[in-house]
């Protein structure tokens, strides 16, 4: 009912930037907080940032000096600004978002595909 699909993942040297966008779609009544997850191999996944709807934000300590999310409320979007990427960066990137399909629908976690990026020389 609500697909999330994501872009801009990429191979980069250490020290650039890439920035990743996704796009909610379907049927989508109402949307919660947005955000990245990421997963490296053979690690947990874990939280990158996250956005309210009201545009609080959340990092984690390993990227808040370096990462920005930010969101369009009207386009369904959240987007990722990396700087200063690092080799511990690589991973699958998952957008995320929690969202109700309808008025009546209970609130659901919603995950995109992934997409890659990997940071080497």
């Known amino acids: 009912q609500v697909q999330l699909v994501e872009s801009g993942g990429d191979l980069v040297q250490p020290g650039g930037s890439l920035r990743l966008s996704c796009t909610a779609s379907?049927?989508?009544?109402?949307?919660?907080?947005m955000g990245w997850y990421r997963q490296a191999p053979g690690k947990q996944r874990e939280l990158v940032a996250d956005i309210s709807s009201g545009g609080y934000t959340n990092y984690a300590e390993s990227v808040e000096d370096r990462f920005t999310v930010s969101r369009d409320n009207d386009k369904n979007t959240v987007t990722l600004q990396m700087n200063s990427l690092k080799p511990e960066d690589t991973a699958v990137y998952f957008c995320?978002?929690?969202?109700?399909?309808?008025?009546?629908?209970?609130?659901?976690?919603?995950w995109g595909q992934g997409t890659q990026v990997t940071v080497s020389s």
């Open positions: 379907g049927s989508i009544f109402s949307i919660r907080a």
């Open positions: 995320n978002c929690a969202a109700k399909s309808s008025y009546r629908d209970t609130w659901r976690s919603y």
